[in-house]
């Protein structure tokens, strides 16, 4: 199986699914990952990938509650929480509490019995009080609320009375 000739390769049609991946992907890195996609040359692995392949499969048939919405690109996040002084936006919290509320649902399905082969994967740790701790502090279209933080009140407050 080491020597797959490129014309074997286009001929089971990899280039094809390969572009169907990439239109359907849902975030940055899962477009560059499938851009960059290549055969699987060792049966281990494939067999593997195989395996994981048909548990998705079979999740889809049993209608299991997977959430497929378009993820945008944590590492850009997850480098400014790093950061001390630097904040996020409220676009940028809204795409961190997208993130954290669908790994926390994926870890909930992932750990149900019918995906004991998916213990492997790595999800970032989601506590459920960080989703309502954002919830609190923003409004549904996550805008910063007015009663965000005392401070924040006392001056909407002195800016009513300005006005």
């Known amino acids: ?8 390769i ?25 851009e960059n996609l290549s055969p699987i040359k060792e049966f ?11 548990i998705i ?7 299991d509650n997977i959430d497929i919405s378009k993820v945008e690109d944590m590492n850009k ?8 002084g630097t ?5 940028e919290f809204k795409d961190l509490y997208n993130i954290l509320e669908i790994n926390h649902k994926l870890k909930n399905i992932l750990s149900s019995p019918n995906f004991k082969d998916w213990k492997s994967i790595q999800l970032v740790y989601t506590n459920k009080r960080w989703l309502q ?15 965000a933080s005392k401070n924040l009140k006392k001056l909407y407050k002195d800016k009513k009375t300005i006005e």
Request: charged share 30%; hydrophobic share 35%; glycine share 2%.
């Open 87 to 91: 904040y996020l936006s409220e676009d």
């Open 1 to 8: 199986m080491q020597n797959l000739s490129i014309d074997t």
């Open 133 to 147: 701790l954002i919830k609190e502090k923003f409004d549904n279209d996550f805008h910063i609320k007015s009663k």
């Open 44 to 54: 281990d692995t494939l067999a593997n990938h195989l395996s994981l392949s048909d």
């Open 77 to 84: 996040i997850m480098t400014k929480i790093n950061i001390k």
């Open 57 to 63: 499969y079979q999740a889809i048939i049993r209608k």
């Open 10 to 34: 286009r001929n089971v049609g990899f280039d094809k699914i390969q572009k169907t991946l990439i239109k359907f992907s849902n975030s940055k890195t899962n477009y560059a990952y499938f």
